[in-house]
């Protein structure tokens, strides 16, 4: 299992700027394909964002497509989430995950089924 630790969390005012990053350790990071799920007080949690084993493609929800700017680094063992223009409706806890196989695969997985690795989650918050 890919132990996942999430950070950059905060409060910060619509249009403004924040960047998460989701340290991995146990299991090689390298093979997995990685995500970003958010949930909203009294919603469901949702996919964000999500990236291929090697960083090279790149995939959205269409609510933050253009504004948020997922990427890694495979040799710092880390995800990161650029979001900007942000806007009271991101206000969420934000988790990042990664997938269950490590088969260094080029899906673009959504479903958090497909993801067996969570962080902890942290808290964004978008005041307007």
């Known amino acids: 299992q890919v132990l996942l630790v999430e950070s950059g969390g905060g409060l910060v005012q619509a249009g403004g700027s924040l960047r998460l990053s989701c340290e991995a350790s146990?299991?090689?990071?390298?093979?997995?394909?990685m995500a970003w799920f958010r949930q909203a007080l009294g919603k469901e949690r949702e996919f964000v964002a999500g990236v291929s084993w090697s960083g090279g493609s790149t995939y959205y929800a269409d609510s933050v497509k253009g504004r948020f700017t997922i990427s890694r680094d495979n040799v710092k063992n880390t995800m990161y989430l650029q979001m900007n223009s942000l806007q009271p409706e991101d206000t969420a806890i934000y988790y990042c995950a990664a997938d269950r196989w490590g088969d260094y695969g080029h899906q673009h997985r959504r479903l958090q089924t497909d993801f067996g690795s969570w962080g902890q989650g942290t808290q964004v918050t978008v005041s307007s």
């Open positions: 146990g299991r090689t990071f390298r093979g997995h394909a």
